[in-house]
C-alpha cells in the first residue's frame, strides 16, 4: 500500500467529505423518517467497519474480537444512562471505556510482543469471554446500580440522548441519522489527519516493516497501542450510538457472529482504505437484510461463502480492486519506473 | 587511543551463548569517535552475532557493551536508532511501499521538525545520489539503488555510529567504487563499523580490520598486515579469493 | 477423601477432554502451521454424524469411532483441495478463510438440520465414589486420550506414513527429490487432523448434545492449547493439556464455568509472556 497518489492525497478526502455533507444536508429532506431509520443503522455499523480498517489497514493489526469494544460502549451508554438519566457523561464513558479495555489488553498483546497469530487467537478469545460472562447475568441479582445487566434477555428501554443539561429534548429519529452521519463524517476527517500526520506516517511504517522503523527509534509497541486504542474508542462511540438506534442491546452484540461480519465487511469493502469498509458494510448489511427475507439460504451460509470466495478470488477488496481497474484504463503510461521504452513510445493505454 | 578520551562504542568480555553454540567469545573491542572498522571473518565467524549485539536483537550472555561510555548491553529494539547507532542491514531493510523520499523523511523527521526534515531529506537524497528517483516506490527498484536509499535512511538520523553489514553485496564494479566513495566521504563525520567479505573493497576503505574466528577477535590490525598474515590466510583457506 | 479422589477424576476428565478437542488441531497447525478456524466446525460435524448415524439405527460405538471421523475425514479433503491448499504459507488469509468456511459449515448445517440442539443420552451410566456419583464416561474420556496419545506416537514414529509426514513438513522440497508428492502428504495430514476433530466431536455428542453453533466453545481453548504447547506436537498437546486443562478445571470448580474460561485465557497469557514459543519451544525440546 502506498502512501502516494490520489486515493491518500487530501484531494480525496476533500472529495470524499465534500459528497459526505452533501449527503447529509440533502437526504433528510427527502426520505422519510422510516427509511433514515434504516440508514442510520447503516451508518453506526459503518463506523464499526471505519475503526477495524483503520487498525487493520493502516496498523496491520488483525483484531478478530473488535466487537467486544463495540458491546463494550453498547453496554457502558445503557448502564451509565439508566442510572445517570442524564445522557451527556454516559457518552463519553461509552469511548472511555471500551478504550481502557483496548489500552489493557493491547498493553498485554504489545508490550508482550506476541505475535500475530496469538493477537486473532487471544482477542476472539476475549470477545466470546465477554458473551459468556455478560450472557450469563440474567438473573435479578445482576446489576450495577440500578441497571439491571439482563443476561441473554439485553437491556431494554434504553433512554436515548438528550442535548446536554437538558434531559427532557431527547434526540429524534431525524436527529439519530444526522448526528450518526455526522459521527462518521468526523471520525473519517479526524483519521485521514492523523494518517497524513507523522504519527499516522510512522504507524503505517511500522506496519509496511516493523524492524526498519524500530531501528530509526521509533518504539513500534507504542505506536501499535496507540492506534489499538483509538479504533478501540471508535468502536465504542459506534456502539453508544446502536444502543440509542434500537434502544436496546443483547449479548449477541460480543458475539462471533458480529465480530466476523466486521472482518467481513472490511475484506470485502478493501484493506487499505477507509472508505472501503464503509463500502463493504453497506453491501453486507443490506445484503443481509435481503436474506433475512427468504428461507432457502442461511445468513451464516452466504457470509461464509462470501468470505472464502473474497480471500480466494478478491483479495484486496473492492475499493482497491475497482481502483485498479480504473486507474488501468485511465493511465496512459505505466507507473515502474523499469518499462521498456518501446511500450511508452506505442501509447499504452 | 588518546587517554582519557571516552571510545565511541567498546565492549568489555562480551560473550552469547545459543544452547551449545558459544557465538561470541569474550570479544573485547574498541571503537573512537569518527574511526572507520572493519569487521573480516568466515561464515560461522560470529560477524552477525556481533551486529545483532549492537542493535539490541540479541543480549549479550555477560559481559557489557557501552557506547560513549554508557551501559547499552540489555536495549529495546528501538533504543540503538535513538541512542545515535544507525544501522543498514544485510537485506535491505526499507519501507517497501512509500517512496524512497517516505523513506529518508521517516528517518530525518524523528529528532527534526517539519521544515528542517524536509531539507534533511533533500540533502540526504543528494548526497546518496537517489534525489531524482525519490518519488520512485522502493520495492521497484535495483538491488544497488535500494542500498543507497538505505544508505540515506540511514543517513537523515546523522547518527554517531554507523554499522553496515555488507554494504558492497551484490553491486556491478562502478557501485562498488561509488560505496567505497560514500563510505569515506561519511566518515569524516562519523564512525563506521563495516561488515564485509569482499577483500579488495575493503582495501578501499579499511584502515584498520578486525578478524573474528569462532566468535573469538583473532586480530586487529592494518589491511596490508591482516592479508599477509598465515593466521588469516589458513582460516581463510579454500575460501574464494576476492 | 472420596472428594479429593472425584477431584481428581474431574481434572483428568478436564485434560483429557482438552486432549481430544486439541489433537486434530495439533496435527493441523503443529504439522502445516495451517490455522484452521473451522476447527470448531469439525467437531461439530463430527457430533451430527454420530447423531444421525444413531438415528439410522447404527450402534453408538461404532458411529463414534468409525463414522465420525471418516465422515469429517472426508470433509477435510475436501475442504482442503478446494480452499486450504491455494493458500498456503498466507497465515491471515488461511484464517480468514477457514473462518469464512466455519460460517458456511454453521449455515449448512443449520439449513439441513435446524438450529435445536439433538441429543443422546450419555451411555454407560455412573458409578459410586463413597457418597459422590461419577459417570462412567467420563472414565471412557480419558482412557481414550491415553489411547489416543500412544496411537499419535506410534503412527508418527513407527509407521511408514508418520516418518514421510514428518519429513515432508521439516523439508518439502526433500520429499520431492525423494518422489514424494507434498501435496498428498499435506492432503492426508489434514484429513487425518479433521478425522481426529470428528472423533472429538462424536464423543462429545453424548456429553453436550448436538447444536450448529456448539463449535464457538472449543475453537478458543484448542488453540490456546495448540499455540501454549509449542512445536513438538505430542509433548506439547501433552503438556498444554495437562497446564491449562488443570486450570480451567481447577477454577471452574472454585467458582463458575465462566470464570474457568476467564482462568484459561489468562494463564494462556501469562504463559505466553513468558513462553513466548510455547511451552515445548523450552522445555522437551526435540521431543516429538
Not at chain 1, 5 to 34: M, R
Amino acid at each position: 500500500m502506498t502512501l502516494t497518489g490520489f486515493t491518500t492525497s487530501w484531494k480525496s478526502a476533500a472529495v470524499t467529505l465534500a459528497l459526505g455533507i452533501v449527503l447529509l444536508a440533502a437526504l433528510p429532506s427527502v426520505l422519510d423518517d422510516y427509511t433514515l431509520l434504516q440508514m442510520t443503522i447503516y451508518l453506526v455499523m459503518s463506523v464499526l467497519a471505519v475503526s477495524l480498517g483503520f487498525i487493520w489497514g493502516y496498523s496491520g493489526i488483525l483484531c478478530f474480537g473488535q466487537a467486544a469494544f463495540f458491546g463494550l460502549g453498547a453496554y457502558t451508554y445503557a448502564i451509565a444512562v439508566v442510572n445517570m438519566n442524564d445522557s451527556t457523561v454516559p457518552l463519553l464513558l461509552s469511548i472511555v471505556v471500551p478504550a481502557l479495555f483496548a489500552a489493557v489488553l493491547g498493553y498485554v498483546i504489545f508490550y508482550g510482543r506476541l505475535s500475530d497469530v496469538y493477537m486473532g487467537v487471544i482477542t476472539l478469545t476475549v470477545t466470546l469471554i465477554l458473551f459468556n460472562m455478560i450472557n450469563s447475568t440474567a438473573g435479578p441479582e445482576w446489576k450495577i446500580g440500578n441497571a439491571p445487566l439482563g443476561g441473554f434477555n439485553g437491556i431494554p428501554a434504553i433512554p436515548p440522548l438528550n442535548w446536554p443539561g437538558n434531559i427532557d429534548e431527547t434526540i429524534t429519529p431525524r436527529g439519530m441519522f444526522n448526528l450518526s452521519f455526522g459521527v462518521l463524517l468526523a471520525v473519517y476527517a479526524g483519521l485521514r489527519w492523523l494518517i497524513a500526520s507523522r504519527i499516522g506516517h510512522v504507524i503505517i511504517a511500522i506496519k509496511e516493516n516493523e524492524q526498519r522503523a524500530q531501528l530509526l527509534g521509533y518504539d513500534a509497541r507504542a505506536y501499535k497501542l496507540f492506534a489499538f486504542t483509538l479504533g478501540g474508542a471508535i468502536a465504542g462511540l459506534a456502539g453508544c450510538l446502536f444502543a440509542n438506534w434500537g434502544a436496546f442491546t443483547s449479548p449477541t452484540i460480543f458475539g462471533l457472529a458480529q465480530s466476523a461480519q466486521i472482518i467481513i465487511w472490511v475484506i470485502v469493502g478493501g484493506l487499505g482504505t477507509l472508505v472501503g469498509p464503509v463500502v463493504g458494510c453497506m453491501l453486507i448489511q443490506w445484503l443481509t437484510t435481503q436474506i433475512g427475507t427468504q428461507q432457502t439460504f442461511n445468513s451464516n451460509l452466504v457470509l461464509g461463502a462470501i468470505l472464502v470466495v473474497f480471500v480466494l478470488l478478491v483479495p484486496r477488496g473492492l475499493v482497491p480492486s475497482l481502483g485498479d481497474l480504473l486507474a488501468r484504463l485511465f493511465r496512459r503510461r505505466p507507473v515502474e519506473p523499469a518499462e521498456p521504452v518501446g511500450r511508452v513510445e506505442e501509447g499504452r493505454a | 587511543m588518546t587517554a582519557g578520551v571516552t571510545p565511541l562504542l567498546q565492549t568489555h568480555d562480551l560473550n552469547v551463548r545459543f544452547g551449545g553454540v558459544h557465538a561470541t567469545r569474550d570479544v573485547n573491542f574498541t571503537l573512537a569517535e569518527a574511526e572507520l572498522r572493519c569487521v573480516i571473518g568466515p561464515n560461522g565467524a560470529g560477524k552477525s552475532t556481533f551486529f545483532k549485539l549492537l542493535t539490541g536483537q540479541v543480549k549479550p550472555t555477560s559481559g557489557r557493551i557501552l557506547f560513549r561510555g554508557k551501559d547499552i548491553s540489555k536495549m529495546q529494539p528501538h533504543d540503538p536508532g535513538r541512542l545515535g547507532i544507525g544501522i543498514k542491514t544485510q537485506v535491505p531493510s526499507l519501507f517497501n511501499g512509500l517512496s524512497v523520499w517516505e523513506n529518508v523523511w521517516l528517518s530525518a523527521r524523528r529528532t527534526n521538525p517539519p521544515k528542517i526534515a524536509n531539507d534533511v531529506t533533500r540533502q540526504t537524497l543528494e548526497r546518496v545520489g537517489m534525489l531524482a528517483d525519490s518519488k520512485a516506490i522502493t520495492g521497484t527498484l535495483a538491488h544497488g539503488q535500494r542500498q543507497w536509499v538505505e544508505l540515506g535512511v540511514v543517513l537523515a538520523a546523522d547518527p554517531p555510529l554507523i554499522l553496515l553489514d555488507e554494504p558492497a553485496a551484490g553491486m556491478s564494479d562502478a557501485e562498488v567504487m561509488r560505496t567505497a566513495e560514500l563510505i569515506l566521504e561519511i566518515n569524516r563525520q562519523h564512525a563506521l563499523v563495516v561488515v564485509e567479505h569482499d577483500m579488495s573493497f575493503i582495501r578501499m576503505i579499511a584502515k584498520k580490520v578486525t578478524v573474528l574466528h569462532q566468535g573469538q577477535v583473532i586480530r586487529e590490525d592494518v589491511p596490508d598486515r591482516i592479508m599477509s598474515d598465515p593466521l588469516v590466510q589458513q582460516i581463510y583457506l579454500g575460501k574464494k579469493a576476492h | 477423601m472420596d472428594l479429593a479422589l472425584v477431584v481428581v477424576i474431574q481434572v483428568l476428565y478436564g485434560i483429557a477432554s482438552l486432549v481430544i478437542v486439541s489433537a486434530g488441531l495439533a496435527v493441523i497447525f503443529g504439522m502445516m502451521k495451517v490455522i484452521n478456524l473451522a476447527h470448531g466446525e469439525f467437531l461439530m460435524l463430527g457430533g451430527y454424524s454420530v447423531v444421525m448415524a444413531v438415528q439410522f439405527g447404527i450402534n453408538l460405538w461404532i458411529a463414534i469411532f468409525i463414522v465420525a471421523p471418516i465422515a469429517v475425514g472426508l470433509v477435510g479433503i475436501v475442504l482442503e483441495r478446494l480452499v486450504i491448499r491455494r493458500l498456503y504459507g498466507r497465515m491471515v488469509d488461511t484464517m480468514l478463510a477457514t473462518w469464512g468456511l466455519s460460517l458456511l459449515l454453521i449455515g449448512i448445517v443449520t439449513s439441513v438440520f435446524g438450529n435445536t440442539t439433538a441429543g443422546i443420552s450419555t451411555p454407560l451410566g455412573n458409578f459410586a465414589i463413597g457418597g459422590y456419583s461419577v459417570s462412567v464416561y467420563t472414565l471412557l474420556i480419558i482412557a481414550v486420550a491415553i489411547v489416543l496419545g500412544l496411537a499419535l506416537r506410534g503412527v508418527l514414529t513407527k509407521t511408514q506414513f508418520g516418518l514421510i509426514a514428518r519429513g515432508t513438513m521439516q523439508n518439502p522440497a526433500m520429499a520431492d527429490a525423494l518422489g514424494i508428492s507434498p501435496s498428498k502428504v499435506y492432503s492426508a495430514t489434514f484429513a487425518v487432523g479433521a478425522a481426529l476433530s470428528g472423533l472429538a466431536g462424536g464423543l462429545l455428542a453424548p456429553l453436550t448434545g448436538v447444536v450448529p453453533t456448539m463449535g464457538a466453545a472449543f475453537v478458543a481453548k484448542a488453540f490456546i492449547t495448540v499455540i501454549g504447547g509449542g512445536p513438538a506436537i505430542l509433548t506439547g498437546l501433552a503438556s498444554a493439556s495437562g497446564f491449562f486443562g488443570a486450570i480451567n478445571q481447577v477454577a471452574t470448580f472454585l467458582s463458575t464455568p465462566v470464570f474457568g474460561e476467564v482462568a484459561l485465557l489468562l494463564a494462556a497469557i501469562v504463559m505466553l509472556r513468558l513462553l513466548p514459543q510455547g511451552i515445548t519451544g523450552r522445555f522437551f525440546k526435540g521431543s516429538l
